[in-house]
Nanobody, 114 residues
């Protein structure tokens, strides 16, 4: 049974930082491309950041220079370090794994107050 469990979301003031975590089980974590997406009610789910099995990273333009995605294969965990947070970063953040199949976590809420 595949599980992706996100944590770390909370209410934070603009300019602050948060670190999200996503722990995976039931997959060969080191072979998976891992990514973070976010969604605001009424909007499409959007890509935030991704990291391949080889460690290559990609970011949405809106978060470049502020967010960092990292992975720890020994812990089956992917992280999203979010700095200089803005109110427009408020969303439900999802973790996704991709290796032949795609799996999603349940999401963790990030709220940035102005």
């Amino acid at each position: 049974q595949v599980q992706l469990v996100e944590s770390g979301g909370k209410l934070v003031r603009a300019g602050g930082s948060l670190r999200l975590s996503c722990v995976a089980s039931g997959i060969i974590f080191s072979s998976n491309t891992m990514a973070w997406f976010r969604q605001v009610p009424g909007n499409e789910r959007e890509f935030v950041a991704g990291i391949t099995s080889g460690g290559s990273t990609d970011y949405a333009d809106s978060v470049k220079g502020r967010f960092i995605i990292e992975r720890d294969n020994a812990k089956n965990t992917v992280y999203l370090q979010m700095n200089s947070l803005k109110p427009e970063d408020t969303a439900l953040y999802y973790c996704r794994s991709h290796y032949y199949k795609i799996y999603w976590g349940q999401g963790t809420q990030v709220t940035v107050s102005s």
